[in-house]
């Protein structure tokens, strides 16, 4: 059994079609979407449609969750940039399309073979914020599991990839399709990488395998998609994304 783990989308449709294309040269048995959809990237509509004609389980981003309640964001953040392009990505989505992404599970569990399960869930299985690191003290990150229990525990939400060890347990963080951070930011403004991030699980009869992956992204292509849209955070990441 092999699984592509694809986080934290963002309305980038450049990253997520060079990420499918690769997914599909791997011949995976199927994808996993950790959440945060269609917010804060030039199109949003486009990758929240190609997520649905997937028909791949999806979680609830803390994102997704912002659109169809809006109040609360200022309980995550107030910056006026992310605010606005939260808001700017609600007015092009449908009624329809906001419910589907606040309909999501918090969590879900996926069976690799036998006894072998990988849960799914967003920051972790307690809230689709917390940020999940590889310097989580061990104690914290057991409270942030609550009781829940898999071979493989897979989140996203703080755009950073990572794999450890947890008293036996695989945690993976297959890092940020569209936005991908070069360190930890906490709230404050990110560096930006120029690739896109997934990962993939193989399991096979008393083995369980991870693997990090990065494709490269074509720079132009994606700043023309930026020129193109009046998202408000488009000036910001044409500075980020040089050519």
């Known amino acids: 059994m092999r699984i592509a783990l694809v986080s934290d989308l963002h309305g980038n ?28 990237g030039p199109r949003p509509v486009e990758v929240l449609q190609r997520l649905q004609e ?61 006894a072998t399960t990988l849960l799914g869930y967003h920051g972790s299985p307690r809230s689709s914020t917390d940020d999940l690191l590889s310097t989580t003290p061990a104690d914290e990150l057991g409270r942030m599991f609550g009781g829940h229990e898999a071979a493989v525990m897979a989140g996203g939400h703080t755009h950073i990839q990572m794999l450890r060890q947890h008293r036996g347990t695989l945690v993976v963080n297959p890092g940020s399709v569209g936005l991908p951070f070069r360190e930890y930011v906490g709230g404050g403004p990110p560096e930006i990488l120029d690739h896109a991030e997934y990962a993939v699980v193989t399991a096979t009869a008393g083995s369980i395998s991870v693997d990090l992956r990065r494709v490269e992204l074509a720079v132009a292509t994606l700043r023309a998609s930026l020129e193109r849209s009046d998202l408000p955070l488009a000036s910001m990441l044409l500075q980020q994304y040089r050519a």
């Open 13 to 40: 449709e450049i990253a997520v079609e060079a990420v499918l294309e690769q997914i599909r040269h791997l011949g995976v048995d199927g994808v996993v979407c950790l959440g945060d959809v269609a917010t804060l």
């Open 54 to 114: 997937l028909r791949c389980p999806c979680v609830l981003g803390n994102h997704d969750a912002f659109l169809g309640r809006p109040e609360l964001i200022q309980h995550y953040t107030r910056a006026a940039p992310v605010v606005e392009a939260i808001h700017w990505c609600r007015s092009l989505l449908t009624q329809e399309q906001i419910e589907w992404l606040g309909g999501l599970p918090a969590h879900l569990e996926l069976a690799l073979g036998g």
